[in-house]
Structures are given as structure tokens and as C-alpha cells.
């Protein structure tokens, strides 16, 4: 009883509501949002950070997926980008998995081996880029913790210009690359 009310406690404020009312749909990240300016995504290893609020300058693309290596998202999702004949019109674009760095670069190297798409591939390991998102969801029983659900940000000059948000986590619908870049 003990741990679980010093949970109950731990657990910030906005949160607890929002678990009691499950039911209600949150605020997803939006158009006109700033991108988060955290340090906490990493490329490659874990000491080379990347903030997207500095390093993503102009316009560009923000794919966020539940996992690298997960079916959908190495099949259809990430790979739809890399061969879409518009990429190169989409500025900067980041695919963004809570996963760890050595994973997404060896995701990385599979899905684009020769890195002619230019897509970087960046880890969220403590899911508090896809959180300030609000884009995570439980997916415990599939992931073993929260991750992020499946979207597409269009942005220019720091700001969300389109969310394409997958409204039921995973799917692949509205942010799949013929929907995002045309």
C-alpha cells in the first residue's frame, strides 16, 4: 500500500487527471507548437546529442515511430520516406524512436546503408522528447513500457506547420509518407 501512494504521489498532477479520465482525447502535439528544445535525443551514441529546436533550421520533417525494427515501421512506415521523389523537398527530416542510439544507428544502416536519403535516425531513450510531444503511449504488453505513437511533423522555423498524429498509436495512415510530403 505503502509504495503504491508514494507512487500515486510521484506521479505529476496533470498526469494523474488525465489517467482518470482516459477517455478523453489529450492534446497531441498540434500545429503552430514549438518544437521541444531538450537535450535528450542522441545520434549514434550516447554522447552526441541532438536538440531539433537548434539543430532543425528551416523546414523540415520529424517521423516518430513506436520502435526501430518493429514491423510496420520497417517495412512500410521509414522506408515510404527514404523512397518518397519529394524527400529531398522536405528539408531536414529526423526519423525519432524511443529506442537507445546503438539501435537506431544499426536500424539505420539497414534500412539506408548507403545514407543517401539523408534522413538521420535519432534515439529518444527516456521517451521525454515523444512525452513534451505528448505523442507516447502504453504499449507495455507489446514494447515492455511507453513509447511513442506513430506521427509525422511537417515544421518550418522551430514551429509544427502539420501534426499528422496516427489516432490509434500505431497505425499507418495518416502519416505515411504519400500523406506528409504529397
Not at 50 to 77: D, M, Q, T, Y
Not at 121 to 142: H, M, R, Y
Not at 149 to 157: D, S
Amino acid at each position: 500500500m505503502f509504495a503504491a501512494r508514494r507512487f500515486a504521489t510521484s506521479v505529476p498532477r496533470a498526469m494523474s487527471q488525465r489517467a482518470l479520465f482516459h477517455q478523453t482525447a489529450p492534446a497531441f502535439v498540434q500545429k503552430g507548437d514549438a518544437i521541444p528544445d531538450l537535450d535528450v535525443l542522441v545520434e549514434n551514441s550516447p554522447g552526441n546529442k541532438v536538440n531539433l529546436a537548434k539543430e532543425l533550421k528551416g523546414k523540415g520533417v520529424i517521423i516518430g515511430v513506436p520502435a526501430a525494427f518493429s514491423p510496420a515501421c520497417s517495412s512500410s512506415h521509414v522506408p515510404g520516406y527514404i523512397k518518397h521523389p519529394k524527400l529531398k523537398e522536405a528539408g531536414q527530416v529526423f526519423v525519432v524512436s524511443v529506442n537507445d542510439p546503438f539501435v537506431t544507428k544499426a536500424w539505420a544502416t539497414s534500412l539506408d546503408p548507403s545514407g543517401n536519403s539523408g534522413i538521420r535516425f535519432l534515439g529518444d531513450p527516456t521517451g521525454k522528447f515523444s512525452e513534451a510531444l505528448d505523442v507516447t503511449f502504453d504499449s507495455t504488453t507489446i514494447f515492455g513500457n511507453h513509447r511513442s505513437k506513430r506521427y509525422a511533423l511537417v515544421v518550418e522555423n522551430g514551429k509544427v506547420k502539420e501534426a499528422f498524429v496516427e489516432p490509434d498509436n500505431a497505425g499507418l495512415n495518416v502519416s505515411a509518407a504519400e500523406k506528409v510530403l504529397g
